[in-house]
């Protein structure tokens, strides 16, 4: 059996609903957590839309229906699991368990990889930034190798946002579906890197677009 890995402040709160999460202190928001700890409809064996990313495919600040992962599962009809970390400072190499998890499972799953920001190094417990962008752009090309070797039998999208310009090969970014655009508003008013009702829908739609047109040729 699969062991799944979410963050400890998520696993803590497993099977329960909080109306406060994270920096979202507002009171408004129901996060609802599986029996996994993820902000998620429990894992199954159908086939599945996986989304892996951080607190921006969390949906912090939304409802989860405002989402833009239930939006596009909701429109093309399909289960999904979120195994996004929200409000949890991490790299992206965290990620790895999950998606080897994905991997090994024989349904005919769909993943979305929403690439968290590149200035992290982990070190045991500790998460630094401040990192060389020689450093951050080797350690994202590394996760992006293993994550296309892992999920090479799958369908995969990647996407990615970050408030730094990295000089990365345009052979990698080419395969980055939506790449720094469509942060059209914000969910939390004190937090302007958090994504809003609009930003999620525009992320929907052009994930259903691309999503369905594969869908159609298989």
């Known amino acids: ?16 609903v909080t109306k406060k999460f994270g920096y979202d202190t507002r009171g ?3 996060y609802q957590f ?9 894992i199954t ?5 996986f989304f892996v990313g951080n607190s921006i495919s969390f949906g912090i600040g939304l409802d989860e229906s405002h989402t833009f992962v239930a939006l596009t599962a909701n429109t ?19 990620h790895l368990d999950n998606v080897k998890n994905i991997s090994l499972r024989n349904q005919d799953d769909i993943i979305v990889v929403q690439i968290n920001n590149l200035d992290r190094r982990r070190r045991g417990d500790l998460v630094l930034d ?16 293993k994550v296309n070797s892992l999920l090479k039998n799958k369908t995969k999208i990647f996407l990615y946002w970050d408030n730094v310009v990295y000089d990365l090969p345009k052979s990698v970014t080419d395969q980055i579906f939506v790449y720094n ?8 008013s004190n937090y302007p890197d958090t994504f ?23």
Request: overall charge positive; some cysteine.
């Open 1 to 16: 059996m699969e062991k799944w890995k979410s963050p400890p402040h998520q696993l803590q709160l497993k099977g329960c």
């Open 28 to 30: 408004i928001v129901d």
């Open 130 to 145: 401040g990192n060389h962008p020689e450093f951050c752009k080797n350690k994202f090309l590394d996760y992006f190798e």
């Open 196 to 218: 809003g009702i609009k930003t999620h829908n525009f992320i929907s739609k052009v994930l259903c677009q691309h999503l369905q047109n594969q869908l159609d040729q298989k």
């Open 34 to 42: 599986n029996s996994q700890g993820f902000r998620s409809p429990e």
């Open 181 to 188: 655009r469509g942060h059209l508003d914000q969910s939390l």
């Open 76 to 94: 093309l009809n399909f289960p999904y699991v979120n195994l996004s970390y929200g409000c949890y400072k991490h790299e992206n190499h965290d």
């Open 45 to 49: 064996n159908q086939p599945t839309i």
